[in-house]
């Protein structure tokens, strides 16, 4: 369970800086430092064998991998929510078997 947490952590950084173009927005947005927004990206980086990001001192943007892995990214999220908000519904709701 706490490695599925890491995962979800570490899209949710991805798309983050992604639709940010920034670490440290990103950071400021989610309450960690950029130094932990940057080593989550970077161990997701190394799980999947992809650099995501092209860095400078002055711009993020992503990588040809980064964009291929954008959508996937987002669609786990969202499907992570509707499953969350599926469960809760049905516990606020439950039927009669």
């Given at each position: 369970?706490?490695?599925?947490r890491?995962?979800?952590?570490?899209?949710?950084?991805?798309?983050?800086?992604?639709?940010?173009?920034?670490?440290?927005?990103?950071?400021?947005?989610?309450?960690?430092?950029?130094?932990?927004?940057?080593?989550?990206?970077?161990?997701?980086?190394?799980?999947?064998g992809?650099?995501?990001?092209?860095?400078?001192?002055?711009?993020?943007?992503l990588?040809?991998?980064?964009?291929?892995?954008?959508?996937?990214?987002?669609?786990?999220?969202?499907?992570?929510?509707?499953?969350?908000l599926?469960?809760?519904?049905?516990?606020?709701?439950p039927?009669n078997?």
């Amino acid at each position: 369970m706490k490695r599925s947490r890491l995962i979800v952590r570490q899209l949710e950084a991805f798309v983050l800086v992604a639709e940010l173009s920034s670490f440290t927005e990103t950071a400021e947005r989610i309450a960690l430092t950029t130094s932990a927004v940057s080593a989550l990206i970077g161990k997701l980086e190394l799980s999947i064998g992809a650099q995501l990001f092209e860095r400078s001192t002055r711009r993020v943007s992503l990588t040809e991998a980064g964009r291929a892995f954008l959508p996937s990214a987002r669609g786990v999220l969202h499907s992570l929510r509707d499953a969350e908000l599926a469960a809760a519904n049905l516990s606020i709701h439950p039927t009669n078997g």
